[in-house]
Every structure is written in C-alpha cells, then in structure tokens.
T-cell receptor, first 112, second 113 residues
C-alpha cells in the first residue's frame, strides 16, 4: 500500500486553540488534498495544494507542503466545536486521473 | 442539490449472499470511484471509472465487480459476500480535468455475518 500516514492519530483541544495535523507520504505527487469527515458522513473536500506550492490558505485553514520531506500539515486556527471531525490527507500522483491515495486520518475533538 | 447519493445506507448480509450497492451523481461528472473504509486504515480504492463505459481496478478489487451503467450511475457488486468485506463503502465523483476535488456520498454500512 502507498497510503500516507497522519500524525497524531487523535487530538483533543479546547475551543479557540489552534490544531495542527501532519501528513507524510511515500511517492512523488502532483497535488495533495485535505478532506474532513464528520461522524457517519462522507468526506468533504477542504483544500488542494499543488506540488509547486509551499503554502495555501482558505479561511481558518492553512496548509503547507514540503515535497523534499514528503510531508504536509494542516493548521486550523481559532478552532470551534463544529470543527470536531476526522481529517484526511490524500495524494494525487499524476494530476490527470484524480485517483487519490488517502492517509489514515486524524480524529480531532474540540471541547467547548 | 443531491450531489452523490448512495443506497442502501445500511445492510446486513449472510456469508455467501450477493448484493449490489448503488451510487448516482447529479453533477454531470465523468469520473466515479468506489472506496472502502475500515477502522485505522483510511479509504482504499476498490474500482474507478474515468468515463462512461470504462472501469479500472484500484488497490483492493478482489471480491468485487462494478458497472458504469451510464454517466450518472456506478454500481458495486459483491457476488459472494465474505466477513472480510464488512466495511463502510463510499462512492465519489469528480469533474473533468486534473486536480479536481472528489465529492462523496454518505456511505453504505455493510455487515456480513
């Protein structure tokens, strides 16, 4: 399997704090995507970062990508209870078929 | 806006039974995917279809078959269910061109006894 790994597996923080999740992968990529999954629901796309980009922002989300270390991080600032979910990174090797390889996910719990 | 619709939401089967999981999307997407999600393992690709009339194996295709019935519908069939196929199954679709996000249904929770 070429799945990536995410770290930590679980994270518990208080509302208002920042949450950082890390993703490592094994092969060269065209782009890396982050998804959120609420309990009992499907995945929802959050953000896509291309291999030639180092940082990208979307609202309270900040994603970084270091292709030399084959790693990415997702930062959620000023977290809210509604951010409680599992977060997955997914790598796209060629950028053409949109086939993704998903990491194992980080379960984030934001305490009110 | 329905997006990606999966049926059924829950199913319990006995070992050896067969069943078909249905998926339909209303976004005029070309590509569709079937994944399974097991605890601690993330999502693994079973089969995908880049366009109507084409299908290809993913990472874990054994024990499954698929049919891309038309542009909207992509079904997953278990011919002889095994306990190892107990999982949550997700269907997804994506638009034309590279670097497209995938849109997911809410899953089918399948238990095989």
């Amino acid at each position: 399997s070429q799945q990536g790994e995410e770290d930590p597996q679980a994270l518990s923080i208080q509302e208002g704090e920042n949450a950082t999740m890390n993703c490592s992968y094994k092969t060269s990529i065209n782009n890396l995507q982050w998804y959120r999954q609420n309990s009992g629901r499907g995945l929802v796309h959050l953000i896509l970062i291309r291999s030639n980009e180092r940082e990208k922002h979307s609202g309270r989300l900040r994603v970084t990508l270091d292709t030399s270390k084959k790693s990415s991080s997702l930062l959620i600032t000023a977290s809210r209870a509604a951010d409680t979910a599992s977060y997955f990174c997914a790598t796209d090797k060629d950028g053409a078929t949109n086939k993704l390889i998903f990491g194992t996910g980080t379960l984030l719990a934001v305490q009110p | 806006n329905a997006g990606v619709t999966q049926t059924p939401k829950f199913q319990v089967l006995k070992t050896g039974q067969s069943m078909t999981l249905q998926c339909a999307q209303d976004m005029n997407h070309n590509s569709m995917y079937w994944y399974r999600q097991d605890p601690g393992m993330g999502l693994r690709l079973i089969y995908y279809s880049a366009s109507e009339g084409t299908t290809d194996k993913g990472e874990v295709p054994n024990g499954y078959n698929v049919s891309r019935l038309n542009k909207r519908e992509f079904s997953l069939r278990l011919e002889s269910a095994a306990p190892s196929q107990t999982s949550v199954y997700f269907c997804a679709s994506t638009g034309t061109g590279g670097r497209q996000p995938q849109h997911f249904g809410d899953g089918t929770r399948l238990s095989i006894l």
